[in-house]
C-alpha cells in the first residue's frame, strides 16, 4: 500500500486556467471573503496579481495576512469561508475558485526559492518561546520574527507544523508541503526546537526564567476515550494516530471492516483514509442525526461519495473480538448547547462486525501541562485569552489555536497566533 | 466565396497594386482581461500574390457568383497612368466597384500611397479625379482615421466626383512591447514599427468618424462602415448612424465567416421587433439624434438609483463614486471613506462558521445608498455595476424648462 491512492482532492490549477478564473473575479470593494476569512487575507488584491501576471507579488500579499498560506489553500472550508461568501452565489452561481488560486500562487511561491522579502524591521532583544509546533505557534513566531523578536518554538515531535504535518489527511495537505512552511518560518530566522516537551524534558519554571514572553499554541491532546468495555483492545486505533500513522508512513495497516465513531470532520478524514488505504467496508457511528452532524457538509458529501456507510442515532457501548456492540438513540430534551440531548433506547443493542475501531469524538485538554502554567485562567479545560491581543490572565503567557478555541480550522489557528504575535509585540514595547 | 455561401452579399478583395513587398511577422494584437483580441495591428502592406493571379481569381468568382458584388481594393504609386492600368485590369476582371486604399497607415505611406494620400485632400482629389477618367464602375474612397478632421478628405474626395466612402482605415498603433525582449509587436528580426489598429477597441472612434462624414453636408455620398464591426449589433449601429453597407474583417480573422449567421439572424430578429422591413428603413435613424454640445439640455437631470434586491454587496460602485466620481455613494448610512470601510474590516475579528452555510444574504451594511441631493448622474456606478438593472438612472422632475448652453448664453 502506497500513498499514491491519496490523490489531491483538489488539483492545481494551470496557469491559464488559473488567469480565466483570475479573470472572473469582480474585484469587489472591501470584499466579503476577505472579511470571511479569520486572516482576512486581501483576496481580490491577490487574485487580480493572477490575472496582471504578477505571481510574486500575488503570493506576498497572501503572506503578508496568512504566512501559513500554503496549506490553507489546501486544507481551508472554503465553501463556508471565502468562497462561500463570494457575491458570485447571488451574481452567476459559481463562486470564484479562491483556494486554488490561492494555492496557484503559493505553488508559484514555493517553486520559485520560497524568498521573502528582506524584513526592514531592526532586531530586538526581547525573546519570545513558542510551544508548540503547530500553525498557531508558527504563525505567532513568524510575525513576531517580522518585528525583528528573537523567537523559539519548542514542538513535542519531531517534526514541526502540528497537525498540517501530522493530522490533515493526505488528500489535502501533505507533509512535504507542510514542511514547506516550516523551513519558510525557520529560515526567517525562527530557532525551532524539536523533541522537546515543555512540561516533562523541559520544565515551564526555565522557559519562563529564559524568555520574555510565552505563547502558548500547544493544540489539544490525544482523542477522546470512548470509556466503554474493550476500548484497551488493539485493534482499536484513535483517529489522530491513525492518520498520523499513515500520513508519516509508520503504519499504513488497516482492516478489511473498520467501524469509525464520530460526527466531526475528523471522522471523516479517517473513514476517507480508510477506504483508501483498502478497508472494504467503513461505517461511521453517530450518536445524534444526520442534520446534527457537526462535520461541514462538503466533508459529508466527499465521505458519501466515497462510500462510507453511515448509522444514525448509533452509539457503541462493548468492544468484542471481532464486532462493536450498539445501541440505537432517540433524541430527548436540549441540553445547555441547545442541542437536543441523544438517550439510549432501552433493549436496542445490535452488533457490527468489524475487525478495526476508530473513536473519533474530539480531543482531549492538555490539563497536565496547562495547569502548570501559573495564572493562566482555563474554562472547560481551555485557556481564556482575550480575542484581539491573544493575551491570558497572566500577562507573559499569550495564546491561541486549538487549546483556546476548543479546536477549529488551521486558519483560525493562523489568525489567532497573529494576534497574539501584535499582542506580544505592544506588551513588549 | 466562403463569405458568400455563408450569406454575405459582397466582398472587397484587398488589396491590389504594385510592388508587391511584405514582412513576417505582420500581426500583434491587444488582449483585455483574458479575452483575445480587443484589438488587432497590422504591418502588412497589400496581397503577397501577384496582380495576375487576383486578377484571374476575381474573374472566376464573378463566374461562380454573378450575383455578389466584388469590389477591387486598389493601391498603386500616385501616378495618373498606373492608376489607369489598375483600374481597366480590375474592371476587365470583373469588379463590380473600386476601393481606393486612401487609408493604409504604414509602409505605403512612406511612398507617397495609402494615408500620405488620404492626409492630403489635394492628393485624395486629384487621384478620385484620374480614377473617374477611367473608371465605369462605382468608386469608393476609404478615409484614414488619422487625421484631424477626416470631413477634409472626404469633401476633397467628393470634390473629385467619388462615388462614396468608406470607413475607416486603421488607426495608427503600437499594441505593445515584448517585456522579455523589450521589442514592440509584431517583431520583425528585433524591430517593429507603427502599424494600424482595428478590431472591437476601434469602434468606438469609427462610430464618430462616420457620424461626422454622414452629418456633414457637403461629404453627403453613401458609406460604407467599418472599424470593429464583430457582429449585428455594431452592425446596426453603423446603419443607424448613416452607412448603407459594413464591411467586417476582424471578426472574420478571428472566428472565420461562421460569425456571418448570427450577423444576419439577429439584426433579422432585431429589424422584426422593430417593424424595420428593410435596411433603408432605419439607416441614418440615430443621426439626428447626435448633436453639438452646446444643444444638450443643461436642466435634464437624472439620479442613480440602486434596486437593494438586486445588489450583490461587491461595492464597486461605492468606490467608483468615492475615488471616481462625486463621492455621493455611502455605505451603512455613513459618510466613510473607502480608507476608513476597510481599516474597519481589517479590525474586525472572524471565524470560521459552525453550523451556518452559504450562501450568506448581503449584509444591509454593505448595500450602497445614493446621496441623490449630491448624485449628477453621471452614469459611473451604473456601468461598473455587474448586475443588469441593478442600478438604474431615473429621471427626476425639477419643474425646470429646458435651456441649452447655447440658450444661456442668448439668455444672458
Excluded at chain 1, 69 to 77: A, F, I, K, T
Excluded at chain 2, 204 to 228: F, M, N, T, W
Excluded at chain 2, 383 to 401: F, Q
Amino acid at each position: 500500500m502506497t500513498l499514491e491512492a491519496f490523490a489531491e482532492i483538489h488539483p492545481p490549477l494551470g496557469g491559464q486556467a488559473a488567469v480565466v478564473e483570475a479573470n472572473r473575479c469582480l474585484f469587489c470593494f472591501d470584499a466579503p471573503c476577505m472579511a470571511a476569512c479569520p486572516t482576512h487575507i486581501d483576496v481580490p488584491k491577490f487574485i487580480k496579481k493572477i490575472a496582471s501576471g504578477n505571481l510574486r507579488g500575488s503570493s506576498l500579499a497572501i503572506l503578508d495576512s496568512n504566512i501559513l498560506g500554503l496549506s490553507c489553500s489546501r486544507v481551508c472550508p472554503v465553501d463556508v469561508l471565502c468562497e462561500g461568501a463570494c457575491v458570485m452565489h447571488k451574481y452567476n452561481k459559481q463562486p470564484i475558485e479562491i483556494g486554488r488560486l490561492q494555492r496557484h500562487a503559493m505553488d508559484h511561491f514555493y517553486s520559485n526559492g520560497a524568498r521573502l522579502p528582506v524584513s526592514a524591521a531592526p532586531e530586538r532583544s526581547q525573546r519570545i518561546a513558542c510551544i508548540g509546533g503547530g500553525p498557531a505557534s508558527l504563525s505567532c513566531a513568524a510575525e513576531l520574527r517580522r518585528q525583528g523578536f528573537q523567537v523559539t518554538v519548542f514542538d513535542a515531535r519531531p517534526q514541526a507544523g502540528g497537525l498540517n504535518t501530522y493530522g490533515v489527511a493526505e488528500y489535502k495537505l501533505r507533509p512535504v508541503d507542510s514542511q514547506l512552511e516550516v523551513e519558510m518560518i525557520r529560515s526567517m530566522g525562527v530557532k525551532m526546537e524539536h523533541g522537546v516537551d515543555v512540561g516533562t524534558s523541559m520544565p515551564l519554571d526555565q522557559i519562563e526564567a529564559e524568555f520574555d514572553a510565552i505563547f502558548l499554541g500547544l493544540g489539544l491532546g490525544p482523542t477522546e476515550p470512548l470509556a466503554i468495555p474493550g476500548e484497551d483492545s488493539p485493534a482499536v486505533v484513535d483517529a489522530l494516530h491513525f492518520i498520523a500513522a499513515y500520513k508519516t508512513g509508520i503504519d499504513t495497516d488497516v482492516g478489511r471492516r473498520v467501524v469509525v465513531v464520530g460526527g466531526g470532520n475528523t471522522a471523516i478524514d479517517a473513514a476517507n483514509a480508510a477506504t483508501l488505504l483498502g478497508a472494504e467496508e467503513v461505517h461511521l457511528l453517530y450518536r445524534r442525526g444526520e442534520s446534527e452532524m457537526p462535520a461541514f457538509a462538503f466533508e459529508y458529501k466527499h465521505a458519501k461519495q466515497m462510500g462510507i456507510q453511515f448509522h444514525w442515532l448509533t452509539q457503541p457501548v462493548a468492544i468484542h473480538a471481532t464486532s462493536v456492540e450498539c445501541v440505537r438513540m432517540e433524541l430527548g430534551a436540549p441540553d445547555k448547547t441547545g442541542r437536543r440531548r441523544p438517550q439510549p433506547v432501552a433493549g436496542s443493542n445490535f452488533h457490527i462486525q468489524c475487525d478495526m475501531v476508530i473513536p473519533s469524538i474530539g480531543q482531549t485538554k492538555l490539563l497536565r501541562f496547562l495547569e502548570q502554567a501559573r495564572g493562566v485562567e482555563l474554562r472547560n479545560g481551555a485557556v481564556v485569552a482575550d480575542q484581539a491581543t491573544g493575551q491570558t490572565s497572566n500577562p507573559k503567557y499569550f495564546a491561541g489555536g486549538d487549546c483556546v478555541n476548543g479546536g477549529r480550522e488551521v486558519v483560525d489557528a493562523v489568525a489567532e497566533g497573529k494576534r497574539a504575535a501584535l499582542g506580544i509585540a505592544t506588551w513588549l514595547t | 466565396m466562403r463569405a458568400f455561401d455563408a450569406g454575405w452579399g459582397g466582398a472587397v478583395w484587398k488589396t491590389l497594386g504594385d510592388p508587391i513587398v511584405n514582412v513576417s511577422s505582420r500581426y500583434s494584437s491587444v488582449d483585455w482581461n483574458g479575452q483575445r483580441m480587443m484589438g488587432l495591428n497590422n504591418i502588412e502592406l497589400i496581397t503577397d500574390r501577384p496582380l495576375a493571379v487576383n486578377l484571374r481569381e476575381i474573374a472566376e468568382v464573378k463566374k461562380r457568383y454573378p450575383g455578389h458584388a466584388v469590389i477591387a481594393s486598389l493601391m498603386v504609386e500616385s501616378k495618373r497612368e498606373a492608376w489607369h492600368t489598375i483600374v481597366r485590369q480590375s474592371e476587365d476582371a470583373g469588379a463590380d466597384g473600386l476601393e481606393l486604399n486612401f487609408g493604409c497607415p504604414h509602409g505605403m505611406s512612406e511612398r507617397g500611397m495609402g494615408s500620405a494620400v488620404g492626409q492630403v485632400p489635394e492628393y485624395a482629389q486629384m487621384i478620385t479625379e484620374w480614377v473617374k477618367e477611367a473608371a465605369r464602375t462605382p468608386v469608393l474612397v476609404k478615409l484614414t482615421p488619422n487625421i484631424s478632421d477626416i470631413r477634409t478628405v472626404a469633401r476633397a474626395a467628393k470634390r473629385g466626383g467619388a462615388d462614396g466612402f468608406s470607413a475607416i482605415n486603421t488607426i495608427n498603433s503600437i499594441t505593445g512591447i515584448d517585456l522579455d525582449t523589450l521589442t514592440p509587436r509584431p517583431d520583425v528580426g528585433g524591430l517593429s514599427a507603427h502599424g494600424g489598429y482595428c478590431g472591437p477597441a476601434v469602434k468606438p472612434i469609427a462610430l464618430h468618424l462616420v457620424q461626422q462624414i454622414c452629418g456633414d453636408a457637403e461629404s453627403k455620398l453613401p458609406v460604407s462602415g467599418i472599424g470593429g464591426i464583430s457582429g449585428w449589433r455594431d452592425a446596426a449601429e453603423f446603419i443607424l448612424l448613416g452607412c448603407g453597407t459594413v464591411q467586417v474583417c476582424t471578426a472574420a480573422m478571428h472566428y472565420g465567416f461562421r460569425i456571418v449567421e448570427d450577423m444576419i439572424d439577429g439584426l433579422s430578429n432585431w429589424m422584426d421587433e422593430k417593424g424595420f422591413r428593410t435596411i433603408d428603413d432605419f439607416v441614418g435613424l440615430s443621426l439626428p439624434k447626435v448633436t453639438e454640445w452646446k444643444h444638450l439640455d443643461l436642466n435634464y437631470k437624472i439620479v442613480a438609483r440602486i434596486h437593494e434586491e438586486k445588489c450583490i454587496g461587491c461595492d464597486l460602485c461605492y468606490v467608483a463614486c468615492w475615488d471616481g466620481a462625486h463621492q455621493c455613494i455611502h455605505l451603512n448610512g455613513a459618510h466613510h471613506t473607502p480608507a476608513q470601510v476597510e481599516s474597519a474590516g481589517r479590525a474586525r475579528i472572524t471565524s470560521t462558521p459552525t453550523g451556518k452555510y452559504p450562501p450568506y444574504s448581503t449584509p444591509v451594511a454593505r448595500i450602497p445608498k445614493v446621496d441623490e441631493a449630491e448624485c449628477v448622474g453621471c452614469n459611473l456606478c451604473a456601468l461598473v455595476c455587474p448586475v443588469t438593472g441593478c442600478i438604474t438612472m431615473e429621471r427626476i422632475e425639477n419643474g425646470l424648462p429646458k435651456e441649452s448652453w447655447e440658450d444661456r448664453g442668448r439668455n444672458v
